[in-house]
């Protein structure tokens, strides 16, 4: 298991050029940091890319873990995580 579990987080006023500066340092600080790592949590997987990670996170088994979904959730009610859509 994991030893660590390291975030990059930032705050800053609301004004449009400070946000896209701010976020653009998240993200190149995350790049600097990931190479280093074995993985991320998934459930605190950046919005941006989180699909591809929940993808990742389960890999062979995201399939089945889809078709699973369909039967149970077929209209998606529980998407506010790490989410998996229905097959």
Known sequence: GASHNVGVFDSWQMSAADVERRTE????TWTQIEPL???QYVNLA???D???RVHAAYGDNYP???ALKKRYDPNNLFRLNANIKPA
Do not use: P, Q
């Open 46 to 48: 950046a919005t941006d």
């Open 25 to 28: 340092w998240v993200r190149h």
């Open 37 to 39: 790592t074995r993985g």
């Open 50 to 52: 989180r699909e591809t």
């Open 64 to 66: 089945r873990l889809a």
